[in-house]
């Protein structure tokens, strides 16, 4: 694990669980049976009992120059590159098969959210017309990191060191890139949840 504390992990599942429960039980919700948990129930029996079974290599530095090029904030998994308002069709299909899969009626689009759990990170849409597209990444715990190298349990002064900016006295860090912001949370100086997003202003 590239963090040693599993209390700041634990907290780190926990504080988005809570997130994502305020966030999707407000407007009233619809799980699909899928044979497993809801999003919110798998990543709170994480926080409480279960470890990942690897963690995230780091970025090389190839990677982090190519993340620096981009005009927007990316999420990538494995071969599977995630823009904020791609299609989402094409990237739930490269990320093979889902552990869960949750809807909510929307708080900030028309119609429905959707939520897909994968291990360590989740991808929310949204439906734009008749195309669902790509509204948000979360990562979930330190298996999965973003193309800077940063983690669930990196330190608030490593975030400061590769964006530039300062983070003294603050819990969290919002980004803004083209049409994404990309969002730490910090507690007691360690990184307890990153999210991906489309920008709040557009």
């Not at 963690?55 to 071969?79: L, P, Q, R």
């Not at 990320?95 to 991808?123: H, I, N, R, W």
Request: include cysteine; hydrophobic fraction near 35%.
């Amino acid at each position: 694990m590239k963090y040693g504390g599993n209390i700041m992990k634990k907290i780190g599942k926990l504080t988005l669980t809570l997130a994502m429960l305020l966030a999707l039980t407000g407007c009233g919700s619809r799980k699909e049976d899928t044979g497993s948990t809801s999003a919110a129930q798998a990543t709170t029996q994480a926080a409480l009992g279960t470890e990942s079974g690897s963690t995230a290599t780091g970025a090389s530095e190839e990677t982090t120059e190519k993340a620096a090029e981009e005009k927007v904030w990316v999420f990538k998994k494995g071969d599977v590159t995630i823009h904020m308002d791609d299609p989402a069709e094409p990237i739930i299909s490269a990320l093979g098969t889902y552990q869960d899969k949750f809807e909510a009626p929307s708080c900030a689009f028309d119609g429905m959210d959707t939520v897909y759990s994968y291990p360590g990170f989740e991808v929310m849409t949204y439906k734009a017309k008749d195309t669902e597209k790509v509204s948000g990444v979360v990562l979930r715990d330190d298996t999965v990191e973003t193309m800077e190298g940063l983690f669930i349990g990196s330190s608030a002064e490593d975030v400061a060191k590769k964006y530039g900016e300062s983070v003294e006295g603050k819990n969290n860090l919002n980004l803004t890139k083209g049409n994404s912001d990309l969002l730490f949370i910090f507690k007691d100086g360690v990184v307890t949840s990153i999210q991906y997003s489309i920008r709040a202003d557009q």
